[in-house]
Protein backbone atom coordinates (compact mmCIF):
# COMPACT_ATOMS: atom_id res chain seq x y z
CA UNK A 1 0.00 0.00 0.00
CA UNK A 2 1.26 3.62 -1.05
CA UNK A 3 0.51 6.87 0.66
CA UNK A 4 -1.47 9.41 -1.74
CA UNK A 5 -0.13 12.76 -1.35
CA UNK A 6 -3.57 13.48 0.58
CA UNK A 7 -3.15 10.73 2.89
CA UNK A 8 0.38 12.10 3.73
CA UNK A 9 -1.17 15.86 4.29
CA UNK A 10 -3.64 14.41 6.79
CA UNK A 11 -1.29 11.92 8.93
CA UNK A 12 1.18 14.76 9.03
CA UNK A 13 -1.50 16.94 10.58
CA UNK A 14 -2.13 14.32 12.99
CA UNK A 15 1.56 13.78 13.74
CA UNK A 16 1.91 17.53 14.35
CA UNK A 17 1.36 17.59 18.10
CA UNK A 18 2.87 13.87 18.74
CA UNK A 19 5.65 13.24 20.83
CA UNK A 20 8.30 11.38 19.64
CA UNK A 21 8.41 7.75 21.09
CA UNK A 22 11.50 6.66 20.23
CA UNK A 23 14.80 7.99 19.79
CA UNK A 24 17.32 6.38 17.40
CA UNK A 25 20.71 6.99 19.11
CA UNK A 26 24.65 5.61 18.64
CA UNK A 27 23.47 2.25 18.32
CA UNK A 28 21.51 2.73 14.94
CA UNK A 29 18.41 0.45 14.28
CA UNK A 30 19.21 -2.30 16.10
CA UNK A 31 17.06 -5.68 16.75
CA UNK A 32 15.65 -4.19 20.05
CA UNK A 33 14.77 -0.48 18.62
CA UNK A 34 13.05 -2.25 15.73
CA UNK A 35 10.92 -3.92 17.78
CA UNK A 36 10.09 -1.09 20.08
CA UNK A 37 9.04 0.71 17.02
CA UNK A 38 6.81 -1.79 15.97
CA UNK A 39 5.63 -2.68 19.12
CA UNK A 40 4.81 1.08 19.20
CA UNK A 41 2.79 1.15 15.82
CA UNK A 42 0.53 -1.51 16.82
CA UNK A 43 -0.60 0.03 19.57
CA UNK A 44 -0.46 3.95 17.85
CA UNK A 45 -0.70 3.45 14.43
CA UNK A 46 1.37 6.58 13.91
CA UNK A 47 4.13 7.10 15.84
CA UNK A 48 6.84 10.05 15.70
CA UNK A 49 10.49 8.97 15.88
CA UNK A 50 13.33 11.51 16.63
CA UNK A 51 17.44 10.88 15.17
CA UNK A 52 19.78 12.13 17.83
CA UNK A 53 23.03 14.20 16.96
CA UNK A 54 25.17 11.00 18.05
CA UNK A 55 23.57 8.30 15.13
CA UNK A 56 25.48 8.05 12.37
CA UNK A 57 22.38 7.32 10.12
CA UNK A 58 21.07 9.26 7.56
CA UNK A 59 17.53 10.39 8.25
CA UNK A 60 16.18 8.85 5.31
CA UNK A 61 18.03 5.85 5.03
CA UNK A 62 16.67 5.35 8.55
CA UNK A 63 13.11 5.83 7.63
CA UNK A 64 13.12 3.48 4.71
CA UNK A 65 14.57 1.11 6.79
CA UNK A 66 12.56 1.01 9.61
CA UNK A 67 9.51 1.48 7.23
CA UNK A 68 10.46 -2.16 5.83
CA UNK A 69 12.00 -3.51 8.96
CA UNK A 70 8.34 -2.68 10.68
CA UNK A 71 5.96 -3.32 7.54
CA UNK A 72 4.83 0.67 7.53
CA UNK A 73 4.40 3.53 5.78
CA UNK A 74 7.30 6.99 5.94
CA UNK A 75 4.11 9.44 6.42
CA UNK A 76 6.72 11.70 6.58
CA UNK A 77 10.80 12.70 7.48
CA UNK A 78 11.02 16.46 8.28
CA UNK A 79 14.88 17.39 9.83
CA UNK A 80 15.56 14.91 12.08
CA UNK A 81 12.14 13.38 12.88
CA UNK A 82 10.28 10.49 10.77
CA UNK A 83 6.80 10.14 11.21
CA UNK A 84 5.93 6.35 10.31
CA UNK A 85 1.86 5.18 9.67
CA UNK A 86 0.69 1.11 9.82
CA UNK A 87 -2.75 1.14 10.31
CA UNK A 88 -4.38 -1.54 12.52
CA UNK A 89 -5.17 -4.57 10.03
CA UNK A 90 -8.37 -5.49 12.26
CA UNK A 91 -9.47 -1.96 13.76
CA UNK A 92 -8.08 1.01 12.23
CA UNK A 93 -8.59 4.08 14.17
CA UNK A 94 -6.79 6.42 11.79
CA UNK A 95 -9.54 6.81 8.73
CA UNK A 96 -7.37 7.95 5.26
CA UNK A 97 -9.20 10.55 3.03
Do not use: C, N
Not at 1 to 23: C, F, I, W, Y
Not at 24 to 51: N, P, Q, R, T, Y
Not at 57 to 76: C, F, G, I, K, Y
Amino acid sequence: MSLTGKQRRHLRALGHDLAPVALIGKDGLSEAFVAAVDHALGDHELIKIKLLDSAALDRHDAAEALATQTHSQVAQVLGKTILLYRPDPEAPRITLP
